[in-house]
């Protein structure tokens, strides 16, 4: 059994995920989550921290709404009540300035994750682009 | 009539159901502790 194919199955064991690939060359684990689903990066931190890696760095692609607190934007994901800062990536500080216009509706983020921020490279509506 | 009430019905609950909210896709630079 190879680390990659360990990793691969416990991020596969997560409720909610649909597929996973590990490339331990790239150093790179991709997950696909189904609709519905309540995953918490935690979780998936923790699966990795688990099977002896490290997570460098996270991107996501998350669906949510954009809610105004203390004058910023954040994203609420309720299906898990999770709640995360919108901040500009700063190779793409444009795309910020279309968040703050999006206060109150539903919105696809991509972006570079942090414990509690996600640094917003593209922002689309939801019902378009797939 | 009963056809109306039940895409009625629909709509109204769709209406009021929130809209979905979560991750769709996670990508995870990794390193190994070996």
């Known amino acids: 059994m ?7 199955g416990a991020l596969g064991k997560i409720s909610g995920v649909e597929s ?24 998936v931190w923790d699966t990795i921290k688990n099977n002896g890696f490290t997570t460098k760095d996270t991107r996501v692609v998350a669906r949510g709404e954009v809610v105004e ?62 | 009539m009963k056809r109306y009430l039940a895409v009625f019905s629909l709509s109204l609950l769709v209406g009021i159901l929130p809209a979905r909210a979560e991750f769709q896709q996670i990508d995870l630079t990794i390193f190994g502790m070996d």
């Open chain 1, 69 to 130: 607190a203390n004058g910023k934007p954040h994203l609420k994901l309720t299906g898990t009540d999770q709640v995360f800062n919108l901040v500009p990536d700063p190779k793409a500080k444009q795309v910020f300035e279309l968040v703050k216009k999006q206060i109150g509706r539903s919105v696809v983020v991509e972006g570079r994750m942090t414990p509690v921020a996600i640094e917003v490279q593209t922002i689309r509506d939801p019902e378009k682009g797939k």
């Open chain 1, 2 to 8: 190879t680390c990659a194919y360990a990793v691969r």
């Open chain 1, 20 to 43: 996973v690939e590990v490339s331990l060359n790239k150093g790179l684990a991709t997950m696909k989550l189904r609709p519905g689903n309540t995953i918490g990066l935690g979780q």
